[in-house]
């Protein structure tokens, strides 16, 4: 059986309006202060990344507002 991991963060930024990374990014620095790359934003939103940066993640879900990681990233098993 082997597992992979999802990033939906494109879903959930359909969910809020159809939110552009740009956007995102501003929201980010915004509600926490931080400044993160656009790059990093991009290649997550696009499933790019062979390793996930938690703290961008949760980056991401404090400026979203999201309580349920399930929002962000998915399992699946085969």
């Known amino acids: 059986m ?4 999802k990033v939906t963060l494109d879903e959930a930024l359909k969910m809020r309006g159809n939110m552009k990374q740009k956007e995102l990014i ?3 620095k915004q509600k926490t202060g931080e400044n993160v790359r656009a790059a990093s934003v991009s290649e997550l939103k696009n499933n790019q990344r062979t390793s996930l940066n938690t703290r961008l ?3 991401i879900a404090e400026a979203l507002e999201i ?3 399930r929002e962000l990233i ?3 098993w085969d």
């Open 67 to 69: 309580k349920d990681i």
């Open 2 to 5: 082997s597992v992979s991991i």
């Open 57 to 59: 993640l949760s980056l």
């Open 74 to 76: 998915t399992i699946q």
């Open 26 to 28: 501003e929201l980010i």
